[in-house]
Nanobody, 126 residues
């Protein structure tokens, strides 16, 4: 497993932007699938975005498509989530995750990952 630590969450108003960071240590993220999930109170983990290992394109949920951008930085072993035009419904704890599958089905489920960060709270007020 790789150790993951998220940062960058906070309180913002609707329409504003936030950038989340996920720092990996212990293993290179280049050879793993990395992803962002979010969890609102009383709900299960919701898929946000994933960069699948050995796959060029990044997958996004329809709810964030066009507003969120995931990126990776191999040199610094980091992944990011740029969140623009935030909405109150984006409020959740955001987690980064890593795993070994590159299946487009498996990697959209939280069950497809074996390494998780501690989470960072994102709150969007209206």
């Amino acid at each position: 497993q790789v150790t993951l630590v998220e940062s960058g969450g906070g309180l913002v108003q609707a329409g504003e932007s936030l950038r989340l960071s996920c720092a990996g240590s212990g293993r290179s993220l280049d050879y793993l699938t990395t992803a962002w999930f979010r969890r609102a109170p009383g709900k299960a983990h919701e898929f946000v975005a994933a960069k699948r290992w050995n796959i060029v394109t990044i997958d996004y949920s329809e709810s964030v498509q066009g507003r969120f951008t995931m990126s990776t930085d191999s040199r610094n072993n980091m992944v990011y989530l740029q969140m623009n035009n935030l909405k109150p419904e984006d409020t959740a704890v955001y987690y980064c995750a890593a795993g070994t599958s590159n299946s487009p089905v498996v990697t959209k489920s939280s069950d497809g990952y074996n390494s998780w960060g501690q989470g960072t709270q994102v709150t969007v007020s209206s």
